[in-house]
């Protein structure tokens, strides 16, 4: 188990079960009223939990990530399908003129650019991880009144 899964599933443990329901419809893009539904809420509950309970939008936030991050893994791995095909009809001639080889040249390059973006989405969060937790030495040198100096 990853550190992020970790962090996702302790976030999870720390809401209720009716809130996990909810989370679960919201993760795949259901409304809040059929979260509301699902957890045997009302609407406005789940929208308060949303916005203002800090377990829940915690675990909702690294529930997408890890949404997000099997994607991205998915995306990577059809890369390699992807770089195949384009090379299969680049080879022949023949194959690239028969019916659907631009549909998988299109697929393809779909593929290919979406796992780049993906890629780079990864390394700007790993990056603006490294940024927040270098603030967050800064502002505990700080807080203790020694600085960097000391």
């Known amino acids: 188990m990853s550190k992020r899964q970790s ?3 302790k976030a999870k443990a720390r809401i209720s079960a009716k809130q996990q329901l909810a989370l ?7 409304t809040d009223q059929q979260a ?3 957890a045997r809420v009302s609407r406005t509950t789940v929208s308060h939990w949303r916005r203002q309970v800090p377990d829940f ?5 690294l529930a997408r990530r ?3 991050q099997r994607m991205s893994s998915r995306l990577h791995a059809a ?5 195949k095909a384009l090379e299969e009809l680049a080879k022949d001639p023949a194959a690239a003129s028969t019916r659907g080889a631009a549909a ?5 390059r779909s593929i290919i650019e979406l796992s780049q973006k993906a890629y780079e989405t990864d390394d700007l969060e790993v990056r603006l991880h490294e940024i927040e937790e270098q603030m967050k030495e800064t502002r505990a040198h700080e807080a ?3 600085g960097w100096e000391s």
Do not use: F, I
């Not at 998988?104 to 393809?108: I, L, P, Q």
């Open 24 to 30: 679960e419809v919201l993760l795949v893009g259901g």
């Open 66 to 68: 890890d949404l997000l």
């Open 104 to 108: 998988r040249v299109s697929a393809a």
């Open 57 to 61: 939008v915690e675990a909702a936030r």
């Open 79 to 83: 890369t390699t399908y992807a770089v």
């Open 144 to 146: 203790t009144g020694r």
């Open 7 to 9: 962090l996702a599933e």
């Open 36 to 38: 509301a539904d699902a």
